[in-house]
Nanobody
Framework: QVQLVESGGGLVEPGGSLRLSCAAS????????ITWFRQAPGKEREGVSC????????YYADSVKGRFTITRENAKNTVYLQMNSLKPEDTAVYYC???????????????????WGQGTLVTVSS
């Protein structure tokens, strides 16, 4: 059974950092492209970052470029999202997601994802 479990969210002050984890079970993460999405209250879900299973390339939304870093640790079957210089507008529920097919290109299209985690809440506030 394919399962994604996010963790690492919490309350942080502006300028602070958090590291989110997306632990996978039921499939081998290194052959599946993983995308982080977020959804703020009253807003649509948006793609934040993606790591390709094809060549390890990483992609970022313009709003987080230079502040967020996505990495993959195959031995732990886990993908991380390191978030630095956090801003109040980063407040959202963060989800990791993947396609059922292995070795697909990165995409920020939520409708194309087959499996989702339950989400982890990130609140940036003083």
């Amino acid at each position: 059974q394919v399962q994604l479990v996010e963790s690492g969210g919490g309350l942080v002050e502006p300028g602070g950092s958090l590291r989110l984890s997306c632990a996978a079970s039921g499939f081998t993460l290194d052959v599946h492209t993983i995308t982080w999405f977020r959804q703020a209250p009253g807003k649509e879900r948006e793609g934040v970052s993606c790591i390709s299973s094809i060549d390890g390339s990483t992609y970022y939304a313009d709003s987080v470029k230079g502040r967020f870093t996505i990495t993959r640790e195959n031995a732990k079957n886990t993908v991380y999202l390191q978030m630095n210089s956090l801003k109040p507008e980063d407040t959202a529920v963060y989800y990791c997601a993947t396609d059922d097919e292995p070795l697909v290109s990165c995409s920020f299209q939520a409708y194309g994802m087959d499996f989702w985690g339950q989400g982890t809440l990130v609140t940036v506030s003083s």
